[in-house]
């Protein structure tokens, strides 16, 4: 499920106002190109403007205005800030509850969005972790996370493991909403973390075969 946007209410559950047995059409408009689906990244990180984002992705500004708004019109995306800036008007936008994807909704959407959605995904991903790397702050606490576990399962396997997947996001929304009531409360800074989880049918191996079936004498 990508982009994952719920900081504004705090659980995956907030999905009110969205179809059943399907998915929004605003939603694939929104994510029927990358420059929308990498501004949809970045506004689910922070509050950023027009013209941040175009420095940020490398494209012109009136470019990512366009999408800005196909994003608005979908609804994926609020205005929250104006400031003038060098004679104009800058804009200052967040993502919405509406630019999360359920399960339901990732498998309903056209199997030609998926590839794009997901390579921006994990090209995001690999950036947060490099920058990461080089900032000094991966490994600064003894106790972050890092697993890599290649498993061999079945069908019932594989669902069982999405629906713990599943589970496990929204524990973190979870953790997120209440520590952001604790920050407000404390007038505290807070950590920024970057959170992934990937579960996906590894390329084809002869080592992750099932061991063939012997008869026992």
Known sequence: MTPSSDKNNGSAKAQTGRQRGGVDQRIVRAMGHPVRVQALVILNERVAS??????ELG??????????????ECECIELVDTAPRRGAMEHYYRATDRAFLNSDEW?????????????????NIFKDVS???????FDKRSNRHLSWTPILIDEQGW??????????????FEVQSESAARLVAEDAAGIPVS?????FEAASSEKHKAAPKTEKD
Do not use: F, W
């Open 159 to 172: 669902d069982e493991l999405q629906v713990a997947l599943d589970e496990m996001l929204e524990k973190v």
């Open 107 to 123: 498998a309903a959407l056209p199997a030609s969005l998926r590839p794009g959605i997901s390579a921006s995904g994990i090209d």
């Open 50 to 55: 027009p013209n941040e984002i175009s420095k």
């Open 131 to 137: 920058a990461a790397v080089q900032g000094g702050t």
């Open 195 to 199: 959170v992934a989880m990937l579960g």
């Open 59 to 72: 494209e012109s500004v009136g470019h990512v205005s366009y999408h800005i708004k196909v994003l608005k």
